[in-house]
Every structure is written in structure tokens, then in C-alpha cells.
């Protein structure tokens, strides 16, 4: 049976390929897509999302429009490199048959995990604020949600600042909120998703394919990789994280990360640290382990993954 996932997302690059993925493969059922605000203003990611969708020819996925701020603090303005590696806009013709459904997204996401038999995983994969604030609208979701799976946090190094990783940096309040719910967590930070790089050599047999999906990918992996070897150079020039599409791949198959189960908070009060998911590997709080936490992946099987699923037509 396929596993049921909601995606919520702050579609950017890398959301895109991630809501590619999880469309396209046969392991999973996407039942909708959230937008929140992130990497661009929500309009924008709403518009981004709906493009995505009717590219691949699934515009009768529902996509609803959620939060345009943060919980609880002044919107971060967003760091120059972001808008070189996502702009505001994705370079696909404008949404002409997807359509934003009636609704707020928080709504959306309280109604149907409440009418769900308690089978719908949730994605993040954008900042937490339409998560944490349907936990907190209606605390009884929890019981309905088997795992949320997160693209989010860093251990070794941020890329919003030296000390966090943007989705919790944004809002770092939502992620707080969110890591200490109490359900089951596995978080993809950028420990795991920087040792999982996507090359132009990949983009090219990405077109190869001759979908849609890959041609999409291979456009969008191409602007990452302009980004990143301009601003955020990884250990290998002309190959940038897919961060989002990591995070949808291991649900499809776990042992594309490895984790660790360990105590995860995220610090919303220290001037220079605000936004760093606090990772006790050595159980110094005393507290028990919330979230299982990936710090490496499997590159090769990550390609492998994105050939097999984007070379797919709906
Ligand atoms: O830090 C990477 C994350 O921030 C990704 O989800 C990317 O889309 C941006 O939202
Ligand atoms: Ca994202």
C-alpha cells in the first residue's frame, strides 16, 4: 500500500522536486500540498506549487494557501543567496488548470487528518508555521499523525546563519512547538542533505529522460547548482543539494539516511544561535530522545531514486 503524505511547503527548487517525487512515485499517495511562507512570499509558493502540478499533468492535486509570517517574531528578511537559488517565481509556464482550493491551509490539514484513520504522514519541508499552528489550533490532531518526517535543522553548520538551518531559523517558535509534540520525527538537516549532491552531469540524464518531471528537475537542479558554486560552495563544484526531495526519498526507502535517535530542541532565545536545532548526541540533558536525526546519506541511491521516479509520467 502507498504511504499517504501531505507536503507542506515553501516552494522554492528544491519543494518543487520534492512535490515531483512524491507525486510521481508509485510508494506514495500525495493527498495534498500547504503552502507556507519561506523561501518566497506564500502567494508566490501557492503560484510555484500550482505550476509544479499542472507541468506533470496532476492539477486535481489540492494545493491550500497557509501562514505568510512567522508565529511570533518579525519576518526575517531573506538572505540574497535564497532568491539566486529559488527566485520568486519557477521557471514554468503560469498555472492555467491547478487551482488554490477555498480554505486556509491549517484549516485544511486539521479537517482532514480528523476525518483520516491516523495513516497520513506529514512532510514539512518549508518553515513550521502551518504545522505548529494547527497543533495548537486542535491539539487532538496528534493522534492522527503516525510520523512528520522534516527537511530542517543542522548540527555541524547553518546556511541562514553560522549556527541554523533556514525552515528553523525562519520560525524558530513553530519549530519548537513542532519538535516537541511528542509524535514520531525524523529530521533531514543539512548534515544529511549536503552529503546527497545532484550534478550537472545527473541534470543531463535527467533530460535525457524525456519527461516532463526530469526536464522540470533538471532546470531547476541546474539554477540550484548556479546558486550554490556562486554562494554556498559545497565539498565538490558543479553539484548542489536537493534538500526538500532528500526528505521525500526517505520516506520512500529509510536507508537512504542514516539517523540517530537523540534529544532535539531548538534554541528561539540566544542572540547568535537562535534558530540551531540543539542536538544531544550524549544525553547530557537527561531528557528522552525526540527525533530521529539524519547526519548522512547514500548519494548514489539519492540520484538513483530521482532517475527512476522523475523519468515517470503521470
Ligand atoms: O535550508 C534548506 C531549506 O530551506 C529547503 O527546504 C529550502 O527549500 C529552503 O526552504
Ligand atoms: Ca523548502
Not at 491551509?105 to 476525518?115: F, P, R, S
Not at 547553518?158 to 520525527?185: H, K, M, Q
Not at 546558486?227 to 526507502?253: E, F, K, S, W
Not at 528561539?268 to 544525553?283: I, Y
Amino acid at each position: 500500500m502507498p504511504t499517504k503524505v501531505i507536503l507542506d511547503v515553501d516552494t522554492g527548487t528544491d519543494d518543487a522536486v520534492a512535490l515531483m517525487v512524491a507525486a510521481l512515485s508509485p510508494d506514495l499517495e500525495l493527498v495534498g500540498a500547504t503552502t507556507v511562507n519561506g523561501n518566497t512570499a506564500v502567494h508566490n509558493c501557492t503560484e510555484n506549487t500550482l505550476r509544479v502540478f499542472d507541468w506533470i499533468g496532476l492539477p486535481e492535486i489540492p494545493v491550500h494557501q497557509g501562514m505568510s509570517r512567522p508565529l511570533a517574531r518579525e519576518q526575517m528578511t531573506q538572505l540574497n543567496p535564497a532568491s539566486r537559488i529559488h527566485g520568486d517565481l519557477l521557471d514554468l509556464p503560469q498555472a492555467t488548470k491547478a487551482r488554490v482550493q477555498p480554505g486556509h491551509a491549517v484549516d485544511w490539514l486539521i479537517e482532514t487528518l480528523l476525518a483520516s484513520s491516523g495513516d497520513i504522514t506529514l512532510v514539512p519541508v518549508g518553515p513550521l508555521t502551518n504545522i505548529a499552528t494547527a497543533i495548537q489550533k486542535e491539539p487532538r490532531i496528534l493522534e492522527r499523525i503516525p510520523e512528520i518526517v522534516i527537511m530542517g535543522g543542522a548540527h555541524h553548520h547553518g546556511n541562514s546563519t553560522a549556527s541554523a538551518e533556514f525552515n528553523i531559523w525562519l520560525d524558530p517558535e513553530a519549530a519548537r512547538i513542532v519538535v516537541n509534540c511528542g509524535r514520531p520525527i525524523r529530521m533531514i538537516p543539512l548534515d544529511a542533505t549536503h552529503q546527497a549532491l545532484v550534478s550537472l552531469d545527473d541534470c543531463s540524464a535527467l533530460r535525457n529522460l524525456g519527461t516532463p518531471a526530469a526536464e522540470a528537475a533538471a532546470r531547476f537542479v541546474e539554477k540550484r547548482i548556479d546558486g550554490y558554486d556562486a554562494t554556498q560552495p559545497m565539498h565538490r563544484p558543479n553539484a548542489a543539494p536537493v534538500h526538500d526531495a532528500l526528505a521525500v526519498c526517505a520516506i520512500i526507502d529509510p536507508t537512504i539516511v542514516t539517523t540517530h535517535h537523540i534529544p532535539v530542541d531548538v534554541e528561539t532565545n540566544a542572540e547568535l544561535s537562535v534558530g540551531r536545532t540543539v542536538c544531544d548526541f550524549r544525553f547530557r540533558s537527561g531528557r528522552p530522545a525526540n527525533v530521529h536525526f539524519a547526519m548522512d546519506a547514500d548519494e548514489p541511491k539519492f540520484v538513483r531514486m530521482l532517475m527512476e521516479i522523475l523519468g515517470r509520467t503521470a
